[in-house]
């Protein structure tokens, strides 16, 4: 250590006394320190006790690529540094920016996607889609197209626009009212519905539901419906079949635009470029960020078709949005290096060669009785927890808080995963690992939660023999 450098408890300690940190509860550090991640290690992390992690939520479901690659991208940001540090994207442009552009229309176009904006993150990308919409409509002379439809629980960013779609009262209630009227409908968590077993009845459930909110709402007034091709809050919905395909139908019908907000689950969470892909969606608009960069950088953008690009391509009309860092040629580069390496490494097909044996091993869980549910795709994935697994009765929230953070929380820890222990819906632990993973990793991942899981249900179990009732353990 040399003089002058801060120790790390010194960092920690100014952590706690000088920063605001993203959704944090503070009281949780009274008494322990705030964790700290040094450096990155393939696909783990490692704290500033020397401790790996297997990084199971790749970052925030953003460092796709793990933590390997950084050198390599390093390089490629420094070249573009010494020839140009910065320019606008407005009314002018720089190489980096529209080699950006051109690669990711590419890879979009099978999806009929041919133009791009381009912001920071995911929640300025839902911000820069609903400002699209707004404007699109108002081009076509349906200016009172001013509202929206998403879906319960879903999570779309935390800005005011963004927040509008984001369908978490815990997050929308200290700042009502919010800036766009929006209307929220079922999310296809199959599990907790009556049609779980009769796919093609849960699809026509969905879609009727989101008709009659169209025409309660008046089918003039909606601008866009937007959903994440497969949902991540409340833990990996998978969409019946059918389900993208009536989406697309419907809003045909009631000339309302389409949005897939793929920002967790473009750039081969999924197994594709887009999630969208694989389901056989055809959104008007995509909205991504995080594995764009795959955690390197900053970024994000919105996709849409020659339909929507066109009053504003041809001048009619000028999209009244702007970012000083829109297509940064720092983040641009980083993006297109990390585009190379997805390629280079066949990131996409690991995940699709991976798929099958995570599923199975993942399914290895329901062995264990608080295991109710197993779902998602590609190296996507939730295991949702219950009291008992025949009658399903969901834990209090007292009690999901105890075996999130209490109990699994700590066992994560000590047998070195990080993953998302989540409870805005049923308490659910959710896996993201980075899309670079071995089978020895994802096994690893699999070994962890099922032994995690296993001393979870046993204090579980412990408590209800000792109580004598279903319910209830005391929450410390
Ligand atoms: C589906 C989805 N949309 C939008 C966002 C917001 O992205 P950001 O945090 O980059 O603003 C997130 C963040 O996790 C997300 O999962």
Known sequence: MTAGTPTVSALQAAARSRMLLNFTDYSAFDDRP???IVRGDGTDVVDDQGRHFIDGLSGLFCSNLGHAFGAEVGAAAQKQMSELVYAPSW?????????????????????????????????????????????????????????????NLAYHGTSMGALSFTGLDYCRE???????????????????????????????????????????????????????????????????AGYWQGLRELCDRYGILLVADETITGFGRLGEWFAC?????????????????AG??????????????????????????????????????????????????????????LEGHLASRLEELRANPLVGDVRGGGFFWAVE???????????????????????????????????????????????SPPLVSTRETLDQIVDIVTE???????????HRATTGTQRSPQVA
Request: hydrophobic share 45%.
């Open 34 to 36: 705030i964790p700290m």
């Open 296 to 353: 390197h950088a900053p970024l994000g953008g919105v996709l849409m078709t020659a339909r929507i690009a066109e009053p504003f391509a041809s001048g009619k009309v000028t999209y009244v949005n702007g970012l000083t860092y829109s297509g940064h040629p720092l983040t641009a580069t980083i993006a297109l290096a990390v585009l190379d390496i997805y390629e280079r490494e066949q990131v996409l097909e690991n995940v699709r060669a």
């Open 174 to 240: 200290p700042f009502m009212p919010m800036a766009v009227p929006v209307t929220f409908v079922s999310n296809t968590d199959a599990f907790r519905h009556e049609l779980e077993n009769d796919e093609t009845a849960f699809t026509a459930f969905l879609l009727d539901e989101v008709e009659q909110a169209i025409l309660a709402e008046g089918p003039d007034e909606i601008a866009m419906f937007i959903a994440e091709p497969v949902q991540n809050s409340g833990g990996s919905f998978m969409p019946p």
């Open 91 to 151: 009314s002018l442009t720089h190489p980096a920016a529209v080699r950006l552009a051109e690669r990711l229309t590419d890879i979009a176009a099978p999806l009929g996607m041919e133009r791009v904006f381009l912001t920071n993150s995911g929640g300025e990308s839902v911000e820069a889609a609903w400002k699209l919409v707004r404007q699109w409509h108002i081009a076509n002379g349906e200016p009172q197209r001013r509202k929206a439809i998403a879906r």
């Open 277 to 293: 892909m694989r389901l056989g969606a055809k959104p008007d608009i995509i909205t991504f960020a995080k594995g764009a960069t």
């Open 452 to 462: 995690a899981v296993r001393r979870a249900n046993e204090s579980w179990q412990r």
């Open 385 to 431: 927890l219950v009291t008992d697994p025949v009658t399903r009765e969901p834990f209090t929230p007292e009690e999901a808080d105890w075996l999130l953070r209490e109990e699994l929380s700590g066992h994560m820890d000590e047998l070195g995963l990080l993953c998302r222990l989540d409870d805005r819906g049923e308490p659910v632990i959710q896996l």
